[in-house]
C-alpha cells in the first residue's frame, strides 16, 4: 500500500515537466520554417540572377549549403557573398563547381552573343546619325584648311603655313569626335582614347628623338630666317652658300662645291656666322717687318697702300697695327674693308698683300725670311736675283660668287623638296 502511494506522489511530481514538451516543439517548428524561408528567398536570388539553374540551395540551422555546378567560376565565388547576405544565414558551405559541359558553357555565350547583336542593330540609326555628323565637321574643318587666307598671310612661309593648316585640321577631328560620342553618350570613351594617344605619342617622341628635335628646330629656323638662300654662312666650322633649309637639314654649297647637310638641332643650338648679313667685310692678313726699319714709316705706307685699293672702302678706313716681336723681325696686322657684293674677299686679300709687298720694298723696307732655302742650279749667276714683278693689276669682282650663286639656283630648281627660307627675305 505504502508503495502505491509513492507512485502516486512521483507522477503528480513529473506532470509539470512533461508540460514543457509543446514549448520545445513550436522551437522546432520556427527553426525549420525560417530555414525553409532562407532556402526560398536565397533560390529567388538565382532564378533572378539567372544562370545558377543546376544551383540547389540547403539550409539547416541556418547554415547554407550550395550544390550543383555552373559556367563560370566567378559565379560559384559569388553566391558565398549573396548568402551572407540573406538574414538569418550563419555560415555557407559552397559545394559548386565549373561545369565542363561544351553545351551548357556555349549556351550562356551564344545568349550574350545574340543579345548584342540586337543591341547592335537597334543601335545602328544613331550610330549612323554620328557618323554623318562627325563627317561634316571633319570635312569643314578640311575645307577651312585648304582656303590659302589667311594661313598665308598669317604664316612667315609656306612651310609653317601648311602646319597652320595641320592643326585646324586635327582641331576639328578631335571636336568631331568629342561631338559624335556625346551623341552615342560615350563621352568617357574619349578620355580612353587620348590617354592611350598620349602612350604612343610619347614611346614615339622617345623613339625618334633626334627626328622630332630637327623638326622642331626647322620650324624656329623658319620663322626667325636667320639667313636666305645664297648667304655664306658658317656652323662649328663648316662653311658655305645657304642652298635651303628643309624640314630636317641646312643644305650648303661649300667653296670646294660640295653639299654640306647640317641637322637642323645642331644650326639652331651652335654658334652661327653669317657672313652675309652685312655688305662691309673686312679682310685682314699678317705682315713682318725687319727690326731695323722705321716701324711708324712702315705702318704709315702700309695703311696708305691698303686705302689707296681701289676696292677697299673708305669708311671704315684701313688699320695697321704692331701684334708681335717676334725673333725675326716685328709682326704687323693689316686689315681693310671692302663691300662684298661687288668685290670678292679673298682676291682683294691677295690684291692688298702684293702692293704692300711691292710699296715695303720700294721704300727699302725689308721683310724678313726666317727660313734658309738653299738651292743647287746651273744658273748660279742668275742665283739671288729674282725676274721683276709684274704689276699687272688684278680684277677683284664677284665673279667668282656670281658664278656660284648661279649654282645654288640650279640646285634650288633642280630639286623638290620643300624650301623653308623666302627668296628676298629679310633675315633675323
Known sequence: MRYLLLIAVLSCLAAPVAAQDPTTTIDTVATTQQDGAIAARLQDILGVLGGYDAVSVA???????????????????????????????????????????????????????????????????????????????????????????????????????????????????????VIALDILSATALLGTILGAAGIVGLALGFAVKDTVENFIASIMLSIRQPFQPNDLIEINGDQGKVIRLTSRATILLSNDGNHIHIPNATVFSNRLINYTRNAE???????????????????????????????????????????????????????????????????????????????????GITIPDNTQAIAITKSAPHCGHPAPENDTETVVDSSHETALEAMIATERHSDDSPDLLRDGGQSE
Open 59 to 177: 539550409v539547416q540551422e541556418g547554415v547554407v549549403t550550395f550544390d550543383g555546378t555552373v559556367t563560370n567560376a566567378s559565379d560559384a565565388a559569388r553566391l558565398d557573398d549573396l548568402a551572407n547576405r540573406v538574414a538569418g544565414v550563419v555560415a555557407t558551405r559552397n559545394n559548386v563547381a565549373e561545369t565542363s559541359d561544351v553545351g551548357a558553357r556555349l549556351n550562356p555565350v551564344l545568349d550574350r552573343f545574340q543579345t548584342r547583336i540586337a543591341q547592335t542593330i537597334a543601335f545602328l540609326p544613331l550610330l549612323a546619325v554620328a557618323t554623318v555628323v562627325f563627317a561634316l565637321i571633319v570635312w569643314g574643318g578640311f575645307w577651312i584648311a585648304r582656303r590659302p587666307q589667311p594661313w598665308n598671310r598669317l604664316a612667315p612661309n609656306p612651310f609653317i603655313a601648311e602646319i597652320f593648316r595641320q592643326i585646324v585640321r586635327l582641331g576639328f577631328v578631335v571636336l568631331a569626335l
Open 281 to 363: 667685310r673686312r679682310f685682314q692678313f699678317r705682315i713682318d717687318v725687319s727690326r731695323d726699319s722705321d716701324l711708324s714709316a712702315a705702318r704709315a705706307l702700309i695703311e696708305a697702300t691698303i686705302q689707296d685699293l681701289p676696292f677697299v672702302l673708305n669708311a671704315p678706313a684701313a688699320q695697321v697695327w704692331i701684334t708681335a716681336l717676334e725673333a725675326g723681325g716685328i709682326a704687323m696686322q693689316a686689315t681693310g674693308w671692302i663691300d662684298q657684293r661687288s668685290a670678292s674677299l679673298t682676291l682683294a686679300q691677295g690684291e692688298a698683300i702684293r702692293k704692300v709687298k711691292r710699296a715695303l720694298e720700294a721704300a
